[in-house]
């Protein structure tokens, strides 16, 4: 393909991206097919000699799109948000072009500089702390990850070296292996299951512990926590605090944690995946009161901020304490020039030593948008929430489980898990919504996500409506079963 026939299929991709999403709506939400659907559609081997990119682009609809799961479509409701936008649509096509592998500032300059930027406009669109900012000239500031999994991997192995290196200032004689053996971290247990596997992976053990009435991991539970712990010889190192559960949206008790964790000396983080967004917005900053107290802090842009897959921000009050555990270098990696303003050396703050330019979409995002104009669309969307929820409310067959949070409402049908679980079967076998579950007081119950960026009020209302015609037939259906 030369650059005139990139040109002319670049412009019937980018008419198909922008018809597929202003027409999402006509699709079905979830696939039909079954799986190894694909494999039976295309032949067994790649071609010999290349194939024009009319024969391709055709297969799209003919191969990929009757097995995909349309995550921005407005009635998908499950899960939390997955966004997009054009201008991150735009961003990810010029990074993609320049496609640079920027692990050093040498690497890619703008890369690395860019995402410094983005990364402080971040940090003050949230509000957090200025000891979080590379413009502070402290040891903190930013980096983005894949994901906020990653990012409590980060965080866990950063803690995790800490608490060798200062275990051994204390007893000489143990080795790495002795200590670790005694290192337990904290979560709740509402936390994502991503926490438990953090701990897995960093060969720790990790605790899930109670909350209270309102979901949210208080002081209490971790001091408690703490005390048995260390007096059976173990070494408490690191708390992950979560800021919008998933099965909930709850909060933990930032304030409580953050106390505790600074006189017991264990490392703060905070996982803000799915409401860290909602944070532009002064109004839901009262859910991050403690934050001054913390290590290391997360979100996803790539979740609400209309901002594409992946893209996970992550600061760190000293990012040296990541970059200490994680360092690499080999001769052929050209390090920094020692003269001029310090630059971070990205590849130290993740797994990977090579790095796509993620901040360049949001760059994009963030110009184009304006502040304004997020904290409009976060806004819109905690107000379709609540629409919702006023639905729920007029229909006495189904309850409010939990006050809505944010973006998300959880509710049930008047009736026994097991019911629930087989309403929702039966809604998401219609292929008209999609909906996901989550656990409270051992019963299941319903999570309704306003999330996708062109979801509006005729939306929510026409969700509810299938709900309730499904739940309509199902109760029909249980009746003349017991008759």
């Excluded at 412009?11 to 039909?32: C, F, G, H, K």
């Excluded at 391709?56 to 995909?68: H, N």
């Excluded at 926590?225 to 933990?252: N, Q």
């Excluded at 994680?326 to 130290?348: K, T, V, W």
Aim: charged share 25%; proline share 4%; aromatic share 10%.
């Amino acid at each position: 393909m030369d650059a005139d026939e990139f040109r002319r299929a670049g412009r019937e991709m980018i008419d198909y991206v922008a018809d597929y999403l202003e027409n999402i709506r006509d699709r079905q939400v979830t696939p039909s097919v079954q799986q190894g659907y694909l494999r039976k559609l295309v032949p067994e081997k790649a071609p010999q000699t290349g194939e024009a990119w009319e024969d391709v682009f055709a297969d799209v609809e003919r191969v990929i799109m009757p097995g995909v799961t349309h995550w921005h479509s407005p009635r998908f409701h499950s899960y939390f948000p997955s966004a997009t936008s054009y201008p991150a649509i735009l961003g990810d096509i010029l990074s993609d072009a320049i496609s640079g592998l920027g692990f050093s500032w040498t690497s890619n300059p703008a890369s690395t500089e860019l995402e410094t930027v983005v990364m402080d406009w971040l940090a003050h669109m949230l509000g957090l702390p200025e000891h979080f900012l590379f413009s502070f000239k402290g040891p903190g500031g930013g980096v983005i990850e894949g994901s906020a999994s990653e990012a409590s991997l980060m965080t866990i192995l950063g803690a995790k070296a800490k608490a060798i290196r200062e275990t051994k200032a204390k007893h000489p004689d143990w080795t790495d292996g002795q200590i670790t053996d005694k290192l337990i971290a904290y979560y709740s247990e509402q936390a994502h299951s991503s926490a438990q596997r953090a701990t897995t992976l960093a060969h720790v053990t990790g605790r899930g512990l109670p909350t209270d009435e309102e979901q949210s991991l208080r002081g209490s539970s971790l001091a408690q926590a703490i005390e048995e712990d260390r007096a059976a010889g173990l070494i408490p190192f690191y708390v992950l605090a979560t800021s919008g559960t998933t099965p909930h949206c709850a909060f933990d008790n930032l304030t409580e944690l953050g106390a505790i964790c600074q006189a017991e000396e264990l490392w703060l983080h905070v996982d803000a995946a799915y409401a860290g967004s909602a944070f532009i917005c002064p109004e839901f900053r009262h859910w991050m009161a403690g934050v001054e107290c913390v290590d290391s802090f997360n979100f996803n842009p790539h979740k609400w901020l209309l901002v594409n897959f992946d893209c996970s921000a992550l600061w760190l009050k000293d990012m040296s304490l990541i970059s200490q555990a994680l360092d690499y270098n080999c001769p052929i990696i050209r390090p920094n020039p020692d003269s001029g303003e310090a630059m971070p050396d990205f590849r130290h703050y993740q797994v990977a030593l090579g790095r796509r330019c993620r901040s360049m979409k949001v760059w994009f995002v963030l110009r184009m948008y304006g502040v304004e104009g997020l904290q409009k669309y976060i806004r819109t969307q905690v107000g379709l929430a609540k629409e919702f929820e006023k639905l729920v409310q007029l229909d006495d067959r189904f309850e409010m489980m939990v006050p809505v949070r944010l973006g998300l409402a959880c509710f049930r049908l008047k009736a026994s898990g097991e019911a629930n679980m087989r309403l929702m079967k039966r809604i998401n076998d219609s292929k008209r919504l999609f909906l996901t579950h989550a656990m409270l007081n051992g019963q299941a119950i319903f999570r309704f996500t306003a999330g996708a960026s062109r979801t509006n009020s005729a939306d929510i209302h026409h969700s509810w409506k299938i709900i309730q015609e499904e739940a309509t037939d199902f109760l029909k259906g249980e009746s003349d079963q017991k008759k």
